[in-house]
Every structure is written in structure tokens, then in C-alpha cells.
């Protein structure tokens, strides 16, 4: 097949939503999806079947949930524009705003619109990827407990709470200890409580009866707020690989790299900024503590280097051996490449995107989009 491509596999995809769907059932919650981890438009027709909404960060996001979901968004960004609020508030259902400021500022521009909430902090998070950890100290998201009036505006229906990144279910468990013991003197103030994303639960070893079991006894004690929940990645997980080629394979200093027709800066940049080794198929990859070592120190099977096809030197990871000598031509491919993947691709150095396909369950393989020279041109227009 022509690569670089990304492929979403429709079976797989169903698997996960039916989980999900499933959760939100059993706890009476409503669990929706959040762009910032998988926005393919393409796919919506499938999400409707086992979801009715989604969550946005940007107009751009909100108007994708309005004029491709075909539902308003709930919709949290650190910093709303005057230009763009009231638009953004035409495309929302819920609007949460993440300081006071800009509640102060901008609340009357949603007021009888769109349900609004406000983002809070906790001051806990298991996060250890300070870039990832949304309550680090000098975040600058949510409101902390200290900073809230005893009796909150009328017009505040919900608090939104992030916390979480790929978590298990017992992580949850902690959180919501140091929630409740730092907000829920308000909850009868409120209408809903989202608990935000990174509920990572249809990975293998999730606990799903646990996460069950803690939304319903959460319910128990507030039965009055309505209990959100949207993840990202949890929707795209183990959904499909991005395929590429060897296109070259060079060698400097007992370091063998095979040069590929992908990018990790350009086409999976958390590899880079998180950071963390992708799964590639039929390799192993080699501890950092090996990774020093010369290649004649593994004659077989043999190690290599994967670099991307940019001009950044940094544009690499390593290593992987493999059971074979690679071969110009050959494929090379990443697993589960396709949550936080599309949606964060760039055209740095001109690096065309992957095209995007979908496998669907009849055994047919769509392509939803081919990208082309005028898609970088435009970028610069």
C-alpha cells in the first residue's frame, strides 16, 4: 500500500466504544470524546451510534462538534478572546471557564447560552511527565479552593476537574478523595461535575468494575450532579498503525539507522515530547542503558536506529533489534499510532502528513484523506 498511513481499524474502534458505552450505562454517567486526542471527522457516523457529544478547546473544535457531531460541544479553553467568544458559545451545550478573571470578564456573554462551569484544582495529580501534569505547581489551570467565594455566582452550574493521563481506576480513586475533601462544600451549589479525561479504560489492565463501582458510589453520595467523564485516548486506543518504509539505511560510528518515509517531529511528536518507545511490529526495542553500545555488539539479530525523514537531528529513536536485516522497501511499523497522532501532526520541513484510511470491518480499506503539496502551501498562504 502507498505509505506513510495512518489506519484506523472501524472493528477495533467499535470494540473500544462499545466499552465505553457500556461504562457510561452501568454508572449512569455521560462519557463523551475529546478532540484534542481524536478529532477524524470521517469517523463520526460511528462514534453516534455509542455517544451523543464531545468536548472542545478551541472554536475550531467547537464548530467541528456543531457542523460534523451534529451536537453543540462541551467546551473548556485556558483563555477565551472577545472576538471569539460568542461564536464559540453558539457552537457549545457547556462552557467552563478557567480562572475567575475571565468568568468575570466574559459570563455575560454566555449566561442563558450555553450551562457554564468552572475549571478547579485540586492541588493533586499522580502525573509524573511534568508536561503532562495539569496541576504542577504554578499551573496555570483551574481556580484552587482558597480563591472561591463561599456562595458562587447563580449562573456557575458545574466545576471541571483534570487531573489524569492514561490513569487506571485506583488513580481515580485517590483523586476524588482530595476533590471532595477541596470542593465538595459547593457540589450542592451545582448541577454537574466533569471529572475531565485520561481515564485510560479500555486498556487491558484496566479495572472497569473498579471505575464502575466509584462512579456509582459517587452518585450515591451526590445524586443531584450529573458525572461527566471524557477522555481522549481511551476512545482511539490499540485502534490502529501508522505504516511506513525504509527509504535508506545508513551507518556512523557502529550505529546502523534506517531511514524512514515518516517523521517522528512531524508525525508522532509525543514519542519526542513525552517521551516514550512506540511498539513497532516483530521488534524489540533496546534499553537506554544499551543504547551507547556498538552495534557488533548484537550480530544478530540486528539493531537499528529509527530516523525520520526530516532535516532535525533530534528527529530520531532508538533502538530496536530485529530478528532480520532490514531492506530498503520494506515496511516498518508503528502500533497504536492513532490517538494523539493526527491531530498533532505538522508540516515542518515540508513533510507531507500520512494519508488516513480506515479498515473497515467488511475487510475493505478506505482512504479518508490523501494530503498534497497545496495542503502546505496553504499552511503558508
Not at 499522580?126 to 496541576?135: A, G
Request: aromatic share 10%.
Amino acid at each position: 500500500m502507498p505509505t506513510p498511513v495512518y489506519i484506523i481499524e472501524e472493528e477495533l474502534l467499535r470494540r473500544n466504544l462499545r466499552l465505553i458505552a457500556d461504562v457510561a450505562r452501568r454508572a449512569d454517567v455521560e462519557i463523551i470524546l475529546a478532540f484534542k486526542a481524536f478529532a477524524l471527522w470521517k469517523t463520526f457516523p460511528v462514534f453516534r451510534e455509542y455517544i451523543s457529544a464531545t468536548t472542545a478547546s478551541s472554536l475550531a473544535e467547537a464548530r467541528l462538534a456543531k457542523e460534523q457531531f451534529g451536537a453543540k460541544a462541551h467546551t473548556y479553553s485556558p483563555a477565551y478572546t472577545v472576538e471569539e467568544i460568542d461564536e464559540i458559545v453558539a457552537c457549545s451545550s457547556h462552557l467552563t471557564f478557567n480562572s475567575l478573571s475571565q468568568y468575570e470578564r466574559l459570563h455575560g456573554r454566555v449566561a442563558g447560552r450555553a450551562s457554564i462551569g468552572l475549571r478547579v484544582n485540586p492541588e493533586y495529580s499522580e502525573v509524573e511527565t511534568l508536561l503532562y501534569n495539569p496541576c504542577a505547581p504554578g499551573t496555570r489551570f483551574g481556580v484552587t479552593s482558597d480563591k472561591l467565594p463561599d456562595v458562587l455566582p447563580k449562573d456557575i452550574e458545574g466545576f471541571h476537574c483534570h487531573c489524569h493521563c492514561e490513569s487506571g481506576a485506583d488513580v481515580l480513586q485517590r483523586t476524588l478523595v482530595h476533590i471532595e475533601e477541596h470542593f465538595s462544600r459547593w457540589f450542592p451549589q451545582l448541577k454537574w461535575l466533569n471529572l475531565g479525561g485520561g481515564h485510560l479504560m479500555t486498556r487491558k489492565d484496566y479495572d472497569v468494575e473498579l471505575l464502575v463501582g466509584i462512579l456509582q458510589g459517587l452518585h450515591e453520595r451526590y445524586p443531584w450532579l450529573k458525572i461527566i467523564l471524557e477522555p481522549g485516548s481511551a476512545f482511539a486506543w490499540q485502534t490502529g498503525p501508522l505504516v511506513s518504509h525504509v527509504v535508506d539505511i545508513v551507518e556512523d560510528k557502529g550505529i546502523r539507522t534506517a531511514i524512514l518515509d515518516v517523521s517522528f517531529t512531524c508525525h508522532m511528536p509525543d514519542c519526542l515530547e513525552m517521551p516514550y518507545f512506540p511498539e513497532v511490529r516483530g521488534a524489540k526495542h533496546v534499553t537506554p542503558e544499551t543504547n551507547l553500545s556498538p552495534l557488533t555488539s548484537y550480530p544478530s539479530p540486528l539493531r537499528y536506529r529509527l530516523g525520520g525523514c526530516s532535516c532535525l537531528s533530534g528527529d530520531f529513536m532508538g533502538d530496536w533489534l530485529f530478528d532480520h536485516e532490514l531492506k530498503v522497501g520494506e515496511e516498518v511499523i508503528f502500533e497504536d499510532m492513532i490517538h494523539y497522532t493526527t491531530v498533532k501532526t505538522c508540516m515542518f520541513n515540508g513533510i507531507g502528513h500520512p494519508d488516513i484510511a480506515m479498515l473497515h470491518s467488511d475487510g475493505r480499506l478506505e482512504t479518508l484523506r490523501h494530503f498534497t503539496y497545496e495542503d502546505y502551501r496553504d499552511r503558508m498562504d
